[in-house]
Structures are given as C-alpha cells and as structure tokens.
C-alpha cells in the first residue's frame, strides 16, 4: 500500500511551473528591449556622419537613387520591380541600415510601394521611406505643351520629360472611349487638349494625361463662352478646326479676331479659305517631312482635304493646340470687310488686311511662312 505524498511533494510541481512562468516573464521581460533595441536601431534615420562615409568611399549611387544639392535624394521605383530590390538599393545608396529589415516591414506590411519617383529628405526612418513609396507621394514634374503644337509634337515633349511614351500617347488620342466621352467627331484628339504647363508624374497613363488635358480644354472653353454647352459636337468641332488655323496664323494678339474674322467671311461665300499653315500641316504631320522653310507652288496644289487652297470649307479636322487667343477669336471674331491678309512686318509680325484682290495684290507679293 502506497504511503499518502506530503504535503512537501505535492507543492513540487508547482513550484516548478511556478519557476517556469517566472522565467518566461523575465525572459520575455529581456527580450521585449532587446527586439525594441534592434526594431531602433535599424529603423533610425541614417546619420548625416554614416553617410559621408559613403560619399568619402566614393561609392556610386545605385541607377535609380540620385542626390540633390539640398542634401535629398531621388528614388525612382521601377515599373515591376519587387520591393526587396527597391530596399537593396536604398542600402547600397546609403539611406537605409539594412535591406533585411527593409523586407521584414514588407513581409509584415500588405500594403505594395508603387512605381514613380519620389523625394525622400534625409534623415528619414526605414519606415517613413517605406510610407511614401507605399502612398505613392510621387514627384511630380512641370512640362509645357506651347500653342499651336500638333499631337504628335506633344507626344514628343511628353516622352522627353518622361510622363509617357510617344506610342502610348497617341494611341489613347485616338481611343474611341475617350473622343465618346467628350463628344468629338474626329479621329483623334488633335486640337482638344489644351496648350498649358502641367504637372504630372513619371511614367503616367497616356490616357490619364490626354484626360487631364482634354479637361483643362473644356474648362478654358466654358471661360471663353458659357454658352458653348448648347452648340453641337460639329458646331464645337468647326470653331476649335478654325480657332487651330488662326492659332498658327496670328502673330499679334490683336489680329487673331481680325483674322478669324477674314476666314470667317470666306466661309460665308463658298470661297476657299486658304491658309499656309493648312499645307504646312499636310507636309509635317501626314506626309511626316521637315517644316518647310518656303511654300511653293507644287505645295499648294497636294492633293488632302486638308489643303484648304483646293478644297472649299474647313480641313477634316484641327490642325494645332489652339490657345486661349486663338479659341476666343473663333468664337467672337471681329466682324470687318476684310477678305485677305498678309504679312507687312516680319520682324513684328504685323499683317496687312484687305477688302479686295487688287488691294491684297497691290500690298505685295505672297510672303511664305504660312501666312496669307
């Protein structure tokens, strides 16, 4: 018959769980700072001391990471590049302590960094760099479209500034939800989207960009006249086709009217409108050769029904950006006699107009440079 355990032995088992618990406490109680001294340690902005040694090494930034003369960095963040290369460059370049816990934070975080380039100010922590590129608080850069460019020059400047490739951008001028959602009865969005500075980000949609501008268009035209909402697509259409025409006519501000005004009365007879720029457009932007320095003969007489010395009424279609000069002058032009014009000035670029042939004749001979 087994004796009864003590009272002593039957506190044994406790006191070693007793024993245990305590050491886990005191374990935990250890570790707790220590993993709070590495997560500091790793996280802390790298000092402005670390990183002069990197720049006394001569160590090359990483393609991607470039310095400013303020001290900030530029980080570009590749389109398909993985967060642990981002973080493994960010190391080589200095700004942050360590690529491993760079992709512990992106492990434990969901959230994704996205493409762009940004502007990280130094020092930063390893997790505000992580919360900008996953905000995507991009950069973004100032690029000017002048008046009176053509798509496929703006799709030039667009691509050099690095918002879109040239392909992309007139591919979604032409998409066919686009010109459906503001109403134009052309092929493209040649002569909607309006001539301004804006500011997008790197490597932006096309469509995003030819939306914002084709906005911006709308807007400046509701400024121009209220009105326009009640016109039709063509009413719109063969105001923003003229108002292009006299954007690369008019070289003083005061004569855009004037010579809306001529071309207006033309239209009114039946006559042709002629306009150089027209041709000018043909040989550029269709037949893809060099701006012609003269206009001859030969010129004027190519067969497109954007040659408006053969072809009666307005080209198929917008031949520029017109500016806000240029679309206030073909909704208001100025009403006059004049059925003819051209250049008097060419340093001022002042023109002379004229009722007759015989007067437009006896004013001199035809000056190229796309002016009547």
């Known amino acids: 018959m087994r004796s009864p355990l003590s009272r002593k032995e039957k506190r044994k088992p406790f006191s070693r769980l007793l024993v245990l618990i305590t050491s886990l406490i005191a374990f935990t109680l ?3 700072p220590v993993f709070i001294g590495i997560f500091m340690y790793y996280n802390a902005p790298v000092l402005p001391r670390q990183e002069s040694v990197i720049s006394e090494l001569r160590i090359p930034h990483p393609e991607g990471i470039t310095k400013e003369e303020d001290g900030a960095y530029f980080v570009e963040v590749r389109r398909g590049e ?9 190391e080589q370049a200095g700004l942050i302590k360590s690529s491993f816990f760079w992709n512990l934070i992106c492990r434990f975080n969901k959230e ?25 608080r991009q950069i973004l850069y100032r690029v000017t479209i002048p008046e009176g460019v053509t798509l496929k020059k703006t799709a030039a400047i667009l691509e050099e500034a690095g918002i879109c490739s040239s392909q992309d951008f007139l591919a979604a001028a032409k998409d066919p939800v686009i010109l459906a959602r503001y109403g134009i009865p052309n092929a493209t969005m040649e002569g909607y989207l309006f001539p301004d500075t804006y500011l997008f980000p790197s490597e932006y949609p096309a469509n995003r960009v030819i939306i914002s501008m084709a906005d911006n268009f709308f807007a400046k035209i509701r400024q121009i006249d209220p009105s326009f909402a009640a016109m039709s697509n063509k009413e719109l259409n063969d ?25 207006y ?25 060099p ?3 003269v206009l ?3 010129d004027l007489e190519i067969r497109s029904p954007y040659n408006t010395y053969l072809v009666p009424g307005l080209p198929p279609g917008p ?18 006699g004049f059925f003819y014009f051209r250049l008097e000035d060419p340093k001022s670029g002042k023109h002379y107009f004229s009722a007759t042939l015989d007067e437009h004749i006896k004013a001199g001979q035809l000056v190229p440079k796309g002016r009547l």
């Open 291 to 293: 701006h012609p320095s």
């Open 112 to 136: 994704h960094i996205k493409t762009g380039t940004y502007r990280i100010e130094i020092p930063a922590s390893q997790i505000s760099i992580y919360r900008i590129l996953v905000l995507g």
């Open 82 to 90: 993985s967060a642990q290369s981002v973080g493994r460059r960010l």
């Open 30 to 32: 250890f570790l707790v």
């Open 296 to 298: 001859y003969n030969r």
């Open 265 to 289: 009365n033309r239209l009114n007879i039946g006559m042709a409108i002629q306009s150089c720029a027209t041709v000018e457009y043909i040989i550029t932007e269709i037949q893809d050769k």
């Open 319 to 336: 031949i520029s950006a017109p500016g806000a000069v240029a679309l206030k002058a073909a909704f208001f032009p100025e009403k006059t």
């Open 239 to 263: 105001k923003v086709i003229l108002a292009s025409i006299v954007e690369r006519e008019y070289r003083i501000e005061s004569e855009a009217p004037l010579m809306a005004g001529v071309f």
